[in-house]
């Protein structure tokens, strides 16, 4: 079972940015795919962004296109999510997940998932 582990979470300002990372565990990379995901409280958990480790494949939610921007690190094992122009609706914690083969949006489709990370955008 792969580990991930999310960081770079924290408290910004609406119109400010963070940089999310997401160590993997996992050497062989190009057996995952990559997702972002988050929930805020009360809320169900929103596909954010997802990533094949071949970097062919991207999609975003349509609320996220052109505000944020999934990358990776094979060389670092390591998946990003750099998040501009943030509002307070961003608010929520940051998930990054892990599945075997193609990408998907749903939640349902990953296997392994890291302990998340608080992001707050204060208005």
């Known amino acids: 079972q792969v580990q991930l582990v999310e960081s770079g979470g924290g408290l910004v300002q609406a119109g400010g940015s963070l940089r999310l990372s997401c160590a993997a565990s996992?050497?062989?990379?190009?057996?995952?795919?990559m997702g972002w995901f988050r929930q805020a409280p009360g809320k169900e958990r929103e596909f954010v962004a997802t990533?094949?480790?071949?970097?062919?494949?991207?999609y975003y939610a349509d609320s996220m296109k052109g505000r944020f921007t999934i990358s990776r690190d094979n060389a670092k094992n390591t998946v990003h999510l750099q998040m501009n122009n943030l509002k307070p609706e961003d608010t929520a914690v940051y998930y990054c997940?892990?599945?075997?083969?193609?990408?998907?949006?749903?939640?349902?489709?990953?296997?392994?998932w890291g302990q998340g990370t608080q992001v707050t955008v204060s208005s």
């Open positions: 997940a892990a599945k075997i083969g193609r990408s998907s949006r749903s939640y349902h489709d990953y296997s392994a």
């Open positions: 990533i094949s480790w071949s970097g062919l494949t991207t």
């Open positions: 996992e050497r062989t990379f190009s057996s995952y795919a």
